[in-house]
């Protein structure tokens, strides 16, 4: 246990997670577990460092809200329990996984790429909806805790589209994206998002609207910088500037 132990601390310092899982498989999946996920979730090309980059970056976005509780823990536990049937006794090797993880406190995103390429980037959404679960507060998101899915979302290649899908399940409303900050479908041509960011960069540019009062000078600017920065981002994905 106590090698297990170490070479945890290793990967959550950036070392292979391969490793870690690697060495300490024979405990962390049962040959049962490891079938029972083969049935349940297709297709992952590395069960081990599947299950320990999941554990990873869902107890890493728990941390968001700068505490890990039991509700971001059961989370965690019932996905063991329901798909690979976890007793009490095997779930003590996914406490230790989340207590290196609250200790440490690693990047985000070199973990998630490990998700992707063990889970042959199958269960992308599987992962974020579990962000979902253990982010949404009385069926609401902070704004921090809402930023950190954004983040997860980028990470994990989920589509507008996807994510707002899966808003949708949770009663959320539609998500904020470049493309409804300029009125626009995700479907858009370069010359429909040009047009969208002209017509509105003038409707609440600063000097248009100097002469109706500082207090909707000052919101209208802050539209303006919303519209400018959608429109830089979808620069970036369209390849325009």
């Excluded at 823990?73 to 690979?84: G, H, M, P, R, T």
């Excluded at 269960?123 to 949404?136: D, P, R």
Aim: net charge neutral.
């Amino acid at each position: 246990m106590s090698w297990w132990l170490g070479a945890g601390v290793g990967f959550l310092r950036g070392g292979p997670v391969g490793a870690l899982v690697g060495g300490s498989i024979e405990h962390f999946l049962t040959k049962k577990a490891k079938n029972t996920l083969k049935q349940g979730l297709p297709g992952i090309c590395d069960q081990g460092l599947f299950v320990g980059c999941l554990v990873v970056v869902l107890t890493r976005v728990a941390m968001v809200k700068n505490s890990v509780t039991q509700h971001d823990i059961a989370v965690i536990y019932n996905f063991f329990i329901k798909n690979l049937h976890y007793g009490r006794e095997d779930l003590k090797y996914v406490d230790h996984f989340i207590a290196e993880t609250r200790r440490v406190n690693p990047d985000l995103k070199p973990i998630v790429e490990q998700y992707r390429t063990a889970s042959g980037n199958h269960y992308n959404l599987l992962l974020l909806a579990l962000a979902y679960q253990i982010l949404l507060f009385e069926d609401s998101l902070s704004e921090e805790a809402q930023q950190c899915i954004n983040q997860l979302a980028y990470f994990l290649g989920v589509s507008y589209e996807a994510h707002d899908r899966l808003r949708h399940k949770y009663s959320l409303e539609a998500l904020k994206t470049p493309y409804t900050i300029l009125g626009l479908k995700n479907s858009a041509t370069v010359e429909e998002i040009k047009k969208a960011y002209r017509q509105l960069a003038g409707e609440y540019h600063p000097d248009r609207v100097a002469h109706k009062g500082e207090g909707f000078a000052e919101k209208a600017h802050l539209k303006f910088l919303e519209i400018l920065s959608a429109y830089e981002e979808l620069g970036k994905i369209h390849g325009f500037s």
